[in-house]
């Protein structure tokens, strides 16, 4: 019996060795594809709502994108401060500007995705480039690089984000996360499986868009259009990733650990939602994140081949923090590198919380 448990220990251990080397490793140590820029037309289509000081700064931030022909959709869903007068403003010294202003209506109140809806159909190009007021391209040449990898067969690109870098340990934890969060859906969509969780960065062409009718299926989810579109339209042949930093978008940074455990609850009831193959591979690996360290608090606690416990602790350890110091390294955050252990137990503390939570919210 005592010995059953050191084998499925090792078990555990080897469907780590599977995520980590066998999936993570070959995105975390490969080079960001380069691909010329491309001579296509692309609608930026900028949604707010509510986000007159966001607008005054990424505006300068859009408009001076390096790239030859893109006009701005600027979706404005039913603002009650002065958003629509600086859309207006705007649109009145650049030609390139068309102002989309959405209504409440008694069927769509409020509703973000309709808005877009509206902001897709009015736009006159077949490309399509989306950002949030809030966020902001980490350079001019985001657009550039974005649309560099649409192809005749690639009509998905899925881009990086990242959480503004700021003092503290919190700070670091929601980075890594976000990290984390985009290892997985980048890793997978290179084998073919594509899915994402939170995605803030992300062009496609029009026609995909209409191939699955749009957001009308989960129409009623007031969040995660991004992540649930691309679990209805990706494929492993339609999508691919933008890697490189210029192109990431900058997200503005959770305000305390109760929001970003809140965050995280929403975003295991979204995987819920997801296919069956998805969701397997992702609680999977968390199933074994967690067991592997309650089984080897177990069997050290037990004594049970303690020295083979502790070889594999110490194995384990080593090829994941290099898997892990790669990866934020990749994405550009090579200080949570050090800080790593610590981040991983707080991830898993966050994990449990999650989790806690929803079975006691459930009953």
């Known amino acids: 019996m005592l010995l059953t448990l050191l084998y499925i220990f090792i078990g555990i251990v080897i469907v780590q060795l599977f995520y980590y080397l066998g999936i993570f490793r070959e995105f975390v140590f490969s080079q960001p594809a380069e691909n010329n820029p491309k001579r296509i037309p692309v609608s930026v289509i900028l949604y707010a709502k509510n986000n007159a000081e966001e607008v005054r700064k990424i505006m300068p931030l859009l408009l001076n994108q390096n ?25 009145s010294m650049y030609p390139n500007i068309r ?25 006159k190009h077949e490309y399509l480039l989306f950002i949030d007021a809030e966020n902001r391209p980490s350079s001019e040449t985001w657009l550039m690089q974005m649309s560099s990898h649409f192809t005749l067969n690639k009509t998905i690109v899925l881009g990086t984000s990242m959480y ?75 999508t691919t990733l933008c890697e490189q930093s210029s192109a990431t978008l900058i997200v503005p940074v959770l305000k305390n650990y109760r929001q970003f455990v809140s965050l995280k609850k929403e975003h295991s009831q979204l995987l819920n939602t997801f296919k069956f193959a998805t969701r397997f591979k992702i609680k999977l690996f968390n199933i074994s994140q967690l067991c592997f360290y309650l089984m080897a608090i177990v069997l050290l606690i037990l ?49 449990i919380n999650v989790s806690l939570k929803s079975v006691f919210n459930s009953k």
């Open 303 to 351: 004594q049970i081949e303690w020295e083979i416990v502790v070889a594999l602790l110490i194995f384990r350890f080593l090829f994941v923090w290099l898997i892990a110091s790669k990866a934020v390294k990749k994405f550009q955050q090579p200080d949570l590198a050090l800080t790593f252990p610590l981040i991983e137990i707080a991830q898993l503390i966050t994990l």
């Open 67 to 91: 790239y030859h022909e893109f006009e701005l959709v600027l979706v404005n869903n039913a603002s009650f401060d002065e958003t629509l007068d600086i859309f207006k403003e705007y649109a």
């Open 99 to 123: 102002i989309v202003d959405v209504e409440n209506n008694q069927a769509f109140w409020g509703s973000k995705k309709y808005a877009l809806t509206l902001g897709i159909k009015a736009s």
């Open 164 to 238: 503004e870098k700021k003092k503290g340990f919190f700070n670091k934890i929601i980075r890594y996360d976000m990290i984390w969060n985009q290892l997985h859906s980048f890793a997978w969509t290179r084998t073919g499986n594509p899915f994402t969780v939170n995605l803030k960065n992300i062009a496609y062409k029009k026609e995909e868009f209409y191939k699955v009718k749009g957001f009308i299926d989960h129409m009623q989810n007031p969040k995660y259009e991004n992540d649930l579109f691309v679990n209805q339209a990706a494929t492993g042949k339609n």
